[in-house]
């Protein structure tokens, strides 16, 4: 159930452009769906997996989601104490306004819409690669990728547009599949035993170290994305104070311990001698094949549509986010104020939606015209840079957390507000590094021995995640020199 809160003077039956603002009901399992359907299970399982066991650690890649899933949850704990006293929906944006003024939040926030907005063109690019070789598979026509992600991208648009419950129902369907068809398999694999038998070799410290750990850690955060994005729905929640929190929690550790499992079992599903060697055969393939083995031709006809479904979930989830992120920036006076335009009969950011659709799609259209591979390069460059991004957003707004609690005192527990944020900040900031020093390696910018270099292609995709926070500072510096109006309502911070 939502409504619509009109300003004075605004008929409620109205269509215009007026900005107003975003209220609902969504209770701690809406939300949760809406934020793990982002982190898209099955296609995590699917996708990430089998390229973080062949490019990063082999065999010990399972431990790297119980690792991130540790530190994104110290992490959490700063989140949703700030999310009690920040009364606000732009999460990153507000929260690092906040506690470090109005230039980072702004900062903060261009980089949050990078960020999102690479992950979801990287998924639009894999969905259109799974759906053109699945139907050309089936007898279909041999249709290339992009039309299909484009065909993708409108339909998510034409969600997008409408009431939020709409979506949240259509992610809450799609999740359950997901996550009963991996645990079916799951059970599958360790009622066979595997063809070397069921072991802890994935966390053997031996194992864990292996290969190229920071590769894989750059897959393992990844699959967390859109978990922190709880907070951006803050307008549309029953009780906020409770089910933001409620909802992080959830979110962080049930993601965090069903992609543990999961990989685990699709590790002992080949062998830890033989799994390296399976995905290196076909890693887009491998979770499809896997349940062709273990739950028969249904199981892996259903894996497959449940596979393109996941990732339509993915897109769809990270698409609210992002046209609320751009819906608060609009309020905030840093976008035009038409994106914070709310539909009078769907309640919905549907001016923040059209941009966003046409974004993705001018994107998409970009990546044809210049002939990227779906894979290899939109889906791996472009969810690698994303992950990047996302731990330095999270790593500063830690220390934003524990400033902004240090000044107002407003909550003095000290595990809250000092040592799980340092913490949350410490694991961050040293994945970022990790994750920052191997990233050559993920861009294919290697010499002749294998070793990191920082070519071109890895020089634009760092080059674009310093560009979009700094162009964000530098406005927050203009608006407060010639309209220091605009600047002071830039996140309602105090003075920055």
Request: hydrophobic share 55%.
């Given at each position: 159930m939502t409504s619509l809160k009109v300003p004075v003077g605004t008929a409620a039956g109205t269509t215009d452009a007026a900005p107003r603002t975003l209220t609902g009901s969504l209770g701690v399992t809406a939300i949760v769906f809406m934020v793990v359907a982002a982190a898209a299970p099955l296609t995590v399982v699917g996708g990430a997996a089998p390229l973080g066991i062949l490019l990063g650690n082999g065999v010990g890649f399972p431990s790297l989601y119980a690792i991130s899933a540790v530190i994104l949850l110290l992490f959490s704990v700063g989140l949703a104490t700030m999310t009690k006293h920040v009364p606000k929906p732009g999460a990153f944006f507000t929260f690092v306004g906040y506690g470090l003024g109005r230039p980072l939040g702004l900062a903060a926030a261009y980089l949050a819409l990078f960020t999102y907005t690479a992950i979801q063109v990287a998924v639009h690019g894999y969905v259109g690669y799974i759906m053109s070789v699945t139907i050309a598979g089936l007898g279909g026509p041999d249709i290339p990728w992009y039309v299909y992600s484009l065909a993708i991208i409108a339909l998510v648009g034409i969600l997008g547009y409408r009431h939020i419950d709409l979506s949240s129902k259509v992610l809450g369907i799609m999740l359950v599949g997901e996550i009963a068809i991996v645990l079916a398999l799951v059970i599958a694999v360790v009622v066979s035993g595997g063809?070397?038998?069921?072991?802890?070799?994935?966390?053997?410290?031996s194992n864990v170290f292996s290969g190229a750990p920071g590769v894989g850690l750059m897959f393992a955060i990844a699959a967390f994305i859109g978990f922190e994005a709880t907070a951006i729905f803050r307008d549309e929640a029953k009780n906020p104070g409770k089910t933001i929190p409620r909802a992080t929690y959830v979110a962080v550790i049930g993601i965090g311990v069903f992609y543990t499992l999961a990989s685990w079992a699709l590790i002992m599903a080949w062998g830890p001698s033989k799994v390296v060697e399976a995905a290196a055969a076909d890693p887009g393939a491998m979770v499809i094949i896997t349940t062709l083995d273990y739950l028969g031709p249904i199981g892996e006809i259903i894996i497959n549509?449940?596979?393109?479904?996941?990732?339509?979930?993915?897109?769809?989830?990270?698409?609210?986010?992002?046209?609320?992120?751009?819906?608060?920036?609009?309020?905030?006076?840093?976008?035009?104020?038409?994106?914070?335009?709310?539909?009078?009969?769907?309640?919905s950011p549907h001016v923040s939606s059209i941009v966003q659709t046409a974004t993705a799609a001018v994107l998409i259209a970009v990546f044809a015209v210049m002939g990227l591979d779906p894979v290899l390069q939109v889906f791996t460059w472009f969810s690698g840079v994303a992950t990047l991004a996302i731990a330095l957003l999270m790593a500063l707004t830690s220390i934003a957390v524990i400033v902004y609690f240090a000044r107002t005192k407003k909550d003095t527990r000290l595990w809250n507000t000092v040592i799980a944020p340092s913490l949350g900040?410490?694991?961050?900031?040293?994945?970022?590094?990790?994750?920052?020093?191997?990233?050559?390696?993920?861009?294919?910018?290697?010499?002749?021995?294998?070793?990191?270099?920082?070519?071109?292609?890895?020089?634009i995709m760092l080059g674009l995640t310093?560009?979009?926070?700094?162009?964000?500072?530098?406005?927050?510096?203009?608006?407060?020199?010639?309209?220091?109006?605009?600047?002071?309502?830039?996140?309602?911070?105090?003075?920055?």
């Amino acid at each position: 159930m939502t409504s619509l809160k009109v300003p004075v003077g605004t008929a409620a039956g109205t269509t215009d452009a007026a900005p107003r603002t975003l209220t609902g009901s969504l209770g701690v399992t809406a939300i949760v769906f809406m934020v793990v359907a982002a982190a898209a299970p099955l296609t995590v399982v699917g996708g990430a997996a089998p390229l973080g066991i062949l490019l990063g650690n082999g065999v010990g890649f399972p431990s790297l989601y119980a690792i991130s899933a540790v530190i994104l949850l110290l992490f959490s704990v700063g989140l949703a104490t700030m999310t009690k006293h920040v009364p606000k929906p732009g999460a990153f944006f507000t929260f690092v306004g906040y506690g470090l003024g109005r230039p980072l939040g702004l900062a903060a926030a261009y980089l949050a819409l990078f960020t999102y907005t690479a992950i979801q063109v990287a998924v639009h690019g894999y969905v259109g690669y799974i759906m053109s070789v699945t139907i050309a598979g089936l007898g279909g026509p041999d249709i290339p990728w992009y039309v299909y992600s484009l065909a993708i991208i409108a339909l998510v648009g034409i969600l997008g547009y409408r009431h939020i419950d709409l979506s949240s129902k259509v992610l809450g369907i799609m999740l359950v599949g997901e996550i009963a068809i991996v645990l079916a398999l799951v059970i599958a694999v360790v009622v066979s035993g595997g063809p070397e038998g069921l072991s802890l070799a994935p966390f053997l410290p031996s194992n864990v170290f292996s290969g190229a750990p920071g590769v894989g850690l750059m897959f393992a955060i990844a699959a967390f994305i859109g978990f922190e994005a709880t907070a951006i729905f803050r307008d549309e929640a029953k009780n906020p104070g409770k089910t933001i929190p409620r909802a992080t929690y959830v979110a962080v550790i049930g993601i965090g311990v069903f992609y543990t499992l999961a990989s685990w079992a699709l590790i002992m599903a080949w062998g830890p001698s033989k799994v390296v060697e399976a995905a290196a055969a076909d890693p887009g393939a491998m979770v499809i094949i896997t349940t062709l083995d273990y739950l028969g031709p249904i199981g892996e006809i259903i894996i497959n549509v449940l596979l393109i479904t996941s990732m339509f979930a993915c897109v769809l989830s990270f698409h609210n986010v992002i046209t609320r992120y751009q819906h608060s920036m609009s309020s905030a006076g840093v976008l035009p104020g038409s994106v914070a335009s709310v539909h009078a009969k769907h309640v919905s950011p549907h001016v923040s939606s059209i941009v966003q659709t046409a974004t993705a799609a001018v994107l998409i259209a970009v990546f044809a015209v210049m002939g990227l591979d779906p894979v290899l390069q939109v889906f791996t460059w472009f969810s690698g840079v994303a992950t990047l991004a996302i731990a330095l957003l999270m790593a500063l707004t830690s220390i934003a957390v524990i400033v902004y609690f240090a000044r107002t005192k407003k909550d003095t527990r000290l595990w809250n507000t000092v040592i799980a944020p340092s913490l949350g900040f410490i694991g961050l900031l040293g994945a970022a590094i990790i994750i920052a020093l191997n990233f050559p390696m993920l861009l294919g910018d290697v010499d002749a021995a294998g070793v990191p270099t920082f070519g071109s292609i890895t020089g634009i995709m760092l080059g674009l995640t310093i560009a979009f926070p700094v162009f964000g500072y530098l406005q927050a510096l203009y608006l407060r020199k010639s309209k220091p109006e605009a600047y002071a309502k830039i996140t309602e911070a105090i003075a920055g």
